[in-house]
């Protein structure tokens, strides 16, 4: 641009047609500017929804990939939850059985029957009674009685 100026003033000579060119091209430089701004305008607007398109992308991409760690995560902690409560349960069982063998033990030796022995007794007199019950079914009633009351009598006199 100075060198187009310099070049005019030679030519020109005249203080009228320097001032013309540097008015016309200060017309230029102004009408230059005012497009640079109505392009940085629409191109920024353009390079603006083109910014809000790809931070949505990019904001998608993220909430999955969040998402899809998230749910790593908690199945891992499932998977420890679970095998804990394996080990607990396990330990807890082991605890219970030690001690009921320890009551066990403790209530033998003082001599407190086991569940296993009352049910064998049970099912001994269960036995015993219904032999008892058969041999007593040919007696008639009246003389079984008389010897009942017989037999009382004479552990009186006895």
Known sequence: MVKKFKAMAR???S???????????AQQIWLAGLGAFS????????VFEALVKE?????KRTMKTTEDKVTDV???????AGEFSKQANGTWDKLETVFEQRVERALSR?????????GTLTKRVEE?????????????AAKRARKSAKSARSGKAA
């Open 11 to 13: 030519e020109a000579g």
């Open 15 to 25: 203080d009228g047609q320097l001032a013309a060119a540097i008015k016309d091209s």
């Open 39 to 46: 392009k940085a305008q629409e191109e920024g607007q353009k």
């Open 55 to 59: 931070g949505n992308s990019l904001h």
């Open 74 to 80: 908690t199945s891992k902690l499932g998977r420890v």
């Open 110 to 118: 003082l001599g407190v029957p086991s569940n296993k022995e009352i």
């Open 128 to 140: 015993l009674t219904a032999h008892v019950n058969k041999l007593t079914r040919g007696r008639p």
